[in-house]
């Protein structure tokens, strides 16, 4: 029939009448050379036209230049015991071509990839953030916006639906004293300081963000940084105002526009945060897996520092994202007021624990607060939760000793699964923690999510397979990354329930 149509339309048309195009065909323009370039650079995972040389020395430096490479910046990170050369590749040399090169010309020292890290914006609520004083406005369905007032004290500053994530970690406002002094620190966008639930607290900024790139906007780090720092008199208080605040700016505008990092600028600001003694360190922010990044959290984390960081946003059936997805970090992931997993987060067997993260009140830049959803609001959670043991838990300072001092609400599945690790972590009785529910090992090792608990003798054996999936060895060795990736790698039983 439609063969018929076309025919009976072609023999009415006039002799000299010309087929007119669809409207929609004229507008197409062919994308220019330009403009797919910088897409097909957003989708790559690292920073295209350039690659990192760890130590290259004077030799190294001449023989790149001589190969066409073009020196960009030289950096000495103290922690890698070295220095930094971030190289332009030569023109015409795709970048891991590059890379390639470089392993075979300069045999020693490194050369990586300078890779890509991102927040997420996309999971913020509501779209346009409110003024203090004016109700923030949820989708219809899920409306639960109340008024919001300045506290007047500790006991007013959180009610109702803008402080649920309190109640959900059982959390008591004398816990607030017990992190006085411990040193935390945040990396992420920028920090407005101007806004009045920072004022008087002590937060200390290091700007990170290179030359040639503008800053991103600085509402991701405000509003994860009032989760933990904002002042108790203020209606977006934080669980921990009497720490100290190491905030690490390292987030540009990319070439679309959006917030973006990457391995070098990434390095430097775990170099300062180690300069400055930090003791907890909150990244609510995702990347690919980096050797770089992965051999200084290594190093950092046998000097006692505590990492926490968000597992992403980017769905049930994402792959593993990183630093989460290292044995060395914390793996938070978030769930909502009724401790129902959110629907974006990254699942896997890299998952340790859930916490708040779902419609989060925070503060935005210029003196605005407003709902945000997201595991990059989990994890600040539980790096209060860990600054309230941390001084008086002295000689059990590793990740998984005061991890075990946590008490932990199982949820989902019988013990460890995908979705909630081990489940939602809450606040401990005191400054002091909790008795060890299970032996610190546990911690390091991914159990199956039908077995709730194992003998101390199984749980340190060196990297026993359960299901096909490797497990993580004991807290005490440097661990490898093979316990962790390998198992986040088969992603056949972290499916949406």
Not at 44 to 73: D, H, M, W, Y
Not at 417 to 435: F, K, N, Q, T
């Amino acid at each position: 029939m439609e063969f018929l149509r076309r025919k009976l339309k072609l023999r009415s048309r006039k002799p000299n009448e010309k087929k007119q195009e669809p409207r929609a065909q004229k507008r197409t323009k062919k994308p220019s050379i330009r403009s797919v370039g910088r897409r097909d650079a957003a989708k790559t995972s690292f920073r295209t036209g350039e690659v990192l040389a760890i130590n290259p020395g004077v030799k190294g430096r001449l023989a790149a230049q001589k190969l066409g490479f073009r020196i960009l910046s030289s950096t000495e990170i103290p922690g890698l015991r070295g220095r930094v050369v971030r190289l332009k590749t030569p023109p015409g040399v795709d970048t891991r071509s590059a890379r390639e090169l470089l392993r075979r010309e300069i045999p020693t020292g490194g050369i990586e990839l300078n890779k890509k890290y991102r927040v997420y914006h996309a999971a913020k609520e509501p779209k346009a953030p409110v003024k203090p004083g004016k109700a923030a406005k949820l989708p219809p369905s899920r409306d639960r916006s109340r008024s919001v007032r300045r506290a007047r004290s500790a006991d007013y500053a959180c009610e109702a639906d803008h402080c649920f994530s309190r109640s959900v970690l059982r959390w008591k406002s004398e816990l607030e004293s017990c992190s006085g002094g411990v040193r935390i620190g945040i990396i992420d966008t920028n920090v407005d300081l101007a806004h009045r639930t920072f004022q008087g607290q002590r937060i200390k900024v290091g700007n990170f963000i290179p030359t040639d790139r503008g800053a991103s906007s600085d509402s991701h780090g405000t509003a994860v940084a009032s989760i933990l720092a904002g002042s108790r008199n203020s209606s977006t208080p934080g669980l921990v105002p009497s720490a100290e605040f190491f905030a690490a700016n390292i987030f540009y505008t990319d070439e679309n526009g959006e917030p973006a990092t990457d391995t070098l600028t990434l390095l430097k600001a775990l170099d300062w945060l180690d300069a400055w003694d930090v003791q907890l360190v909150n990244m609510s922010f995702v990347g690919p897996e980096d050797q770089l990044i992965h051999d200084a959290l290594q190093r950092m984390s046998l000097k006692h520092m505590i990492f926490v960081a968000a597992t992403g946003n980017e769905g049930p059936a994402a792959p593993p994202r990183y630093p989460a997805a290292y044995p060395e970090v914390v793996a938070v992931t978030a769930v909502n007021s009724q401790l129902r997993n959110y629907r974006l987060a990254n699942r896997g067997p890299f998952v340790d624990v859930a916490a708040p993260g779902v419609n989060i009140w925070t503060a935005l830049p210029d003196n605005r607060e407003g709902y945000h959803s997201g595991t990059s609001f989990a994890a600040p959670h539980v790096t209060a939760l860990l600054a309230t043991i941390y001084k008086d838990r002295a000689k059990e300072r590793t990740r998984d000793q005061l991890m075990s001092h946590l008490p932990v609400r199982d949820l989902g599945p019988e013990g460890r699964d995908p979705i909630y690790g081990r489940g939602l972590v809450v606040a401990p009785p005191d400054c002091h923690g909790s008795e060890p529910l299970t032996d610190p090992i546990a911690w390091a090792t991914k159990s199956s999510p039908n077995k709730r608990t194992a003998s101390p003798a199984a749980l340190g054996s060196a990297l026993s397979l359960s299901s096909g999936r490797q497990r993580r060895r004991a807290p005490e060795s440097v661990l490898s990354l093979d316990g962790k990736h390998r198992a986040s790698t088969n992603r056949g039983r972290s499916r949406r329930r």
